[in-house]
């Protein structure tokens, strides 16, 4: 059985629509098994209509939230009962649970992954992957997504490592790694890219060199190894200029009528979704004793269902030993 | 009389082609003389046939070319009759001339311009900045977009002021400045960018605060500071995001017929345009005594026309002297 913790509180939407993707995702795979944390008296009532397999679903009582509004610190020392803390405390004394999922507070949630579920080792520092979709229509890792601002280049090479075994988690075969630059020749980047060009070299990972931002979504790499800083400027530049393009289309399609409006709308919607990498799927925190699924704030009950997917998978494919065995642990 | 120099070699098409832009460039411009430099022969031969006004068409014979293939510092050595050399040269010992365009090697053109043209003091560190076309129309001003790779926070500071006068010398009343970063609020980013915005802050800058890259073409900002590394990734991230969606377009137009499909296409094409930064425009060097535009090496005689457009601009506005001003030189 795969056993996640999923926490209902702290989105946008109510922890009764969250749910639903929950059900949803209890009936795609058998051998999932859910602990929800949230108002039980809330939850169990919404369930009271609902076809499920209750043995695989477990209700926990949490009604407390955790806010982006609040030092995370403070938070989570002051909020014991919050479906954050829960969630992951339930992570770190349970051995059985395996991943945990929240589309709660960024900042409650990472500290709560480091401070309870804690690292892997105290040598590895956690990295913060995001998946986009390539031209090719595979997906590409981007290790780390702006969780660790400015790391030496042991680190970065460790985000590369993290990285490869994820992809590896995500049914990937010997992932390809390259290096964020401002080229794609050996030799270009700043004195800390061109000494983890240098270290990465040295490692098992199937390294293929540097890559360049005009590159990112034709390449043939299936890992972006980044330091934070530069990772997050890269996810959120791809897609202010996808989405530019995309609100393009919208806008002409608005001087247009009937069908041909239409069909422009069906079109830009279509690329929203393809291009939305916030909405549709989640952030992983990778390095610590189990993975941590952030989904958007935004989620919606098809996107609990498709982070639900990605902890499903890396718990089956046992992302956690893949990195162990990366680091030597 | 704005008097500048432009090189017609070193380009992918020939200087002949280059030439007509030059042409153009004289009669949208009566004030306009401009010295050309390549192969005097191919050049004269070249104008016999067209309609211009002599009085302004300087041709400067310089047959050599700078290739990207070449180390620049031994090619600007070994090639005192390239017309990169010689342009820069007259840079320097004319007065009267004003700027110096090029679409030829970006490597040989960096250090003719540094060792030719000279950086305006020794204190200052010349930058390059390059525009892109925001949602609502109006130009943003990356700098720098990768030409200083990693500098401290005083840099980051003069790369502003640099950008800032740069965006008054084309029109724009006391630019709007934002800081990369990656969030918004203030306390976002690495120790060397929160360094920055602090001295920001103490500048007469228009100085709004953080720019992330979501919002890189709907912000308020005229202009973006930026370290060069991160500004490359952000600059080349942007067009690849914005090329994806148009990719997707012309991929869908293939998947229809007749009217529809030429009307996909068509509009395809139009977003190309806007968003393809390097051809239509050029990055500009400044810091220089003399204002340098690099064209991109793919230049037809538009692209020609468009960077004469900004060398004339700039020279006509005083772009030096609004430099030398923020730094009180």
Redesign the interface.
């Known amino acids: 059985m795969i056993k996640i913790a999923v926490d209902l509180l702290g989105a946008d939407r109510s922890e009764t629509e969250l749910l639903k993707g929950v059900l949803t995702s209890l009936n795609n795979y058998p051998d999932l098994f859910v602990y929800a944390l949230g108002n039980k008296e809330v939850l169990i009532n919404a369930l009271e209509s609902e076809d499920y397999d209750k043995d695989r679903l477990e209700i926990i009582d949490a009604p407390e939230v955790i806010t982006n509004f609040e030092n995370p610190m403070d938070a989570i020392r002051t909020k014991p009962k919050s479906s954050m803390v829960m969630g992951a405390t339930l992570c770190r004394d349970n051995d059985e649970v395996g991943a945990f999922v929240s589309c709660g507070a960024t900042g409650g949630l990472m500290v709560s992954s480091m401070f309870l579920i804690r690292p892997l080792s105290p040598s590895v520092t956690p990295v913060l992957v995001c998946e986009f979709i390539k031209?090719d229509g595979k997906n590409i890792c981007l290790s780390d997504c702006?969780a660790n601002?400015?790391n030496p280049p042991e680190k970065i090479v460790a985000f590369a490592k993290m990285g490869s075994a994820y992809m590896k988690a995500k049914g990937v075969e010997n992932p390809a790694v390259r290096l964020?630059s401002?080229g794609a020749e050996e030799g270009k980047?700043?004195?800390k890219?061109k000494e983890a060009y240098n270290l990465l070299k040295e490692t098992n990972l199937n390294f293929k060199g540097n890559i360049?931002?005009?590159?990112?979504?034709?390449s043939d790499a299936d890992v972006i190894a980044t330091d934070?800083?530069?990772g997050?400027?890269?996810?959120?530049?791809?897609?202010?200029?996808?989405?530019?393009?995309?609100?393009?289309?919208y806008d002409?399609a608005n001087t247009l009528e009937g069908k041909?409006k239409e069909?422009y709308i069906a079109?830009a919607h279509k690329?929203h979704k393809?291009?939305d990498y916030n909405t549709q799927g989640g952030a992983v925190l990778l390095g610590v004793k189990k993975p941590v699924i952030k989904g958007h704030g935004a989620a919606t009950a098809e996107t609990m269902e498709s982070i639900i997917k990605i902890a499903h998978t890396l718990v089956k494919n046992n992302v956690v030993d893949k990195i162990k065995a990366e680091f030597s642990l």
Chains 1, 2 share one sequence.
């Open positions: 031209r702006g601002l400015e964020l401002n980047g700043t004195a890219i360049e931002g005009s590159t990112v979504l034709s934070g800083f530069e997050n400027v890269l996810l959120k530049t791809l897609e202010c200029g996808a989405n530019s393009v995309i609100n393009d289309i002409y041909e069909d079109f690329l393809r291009y």
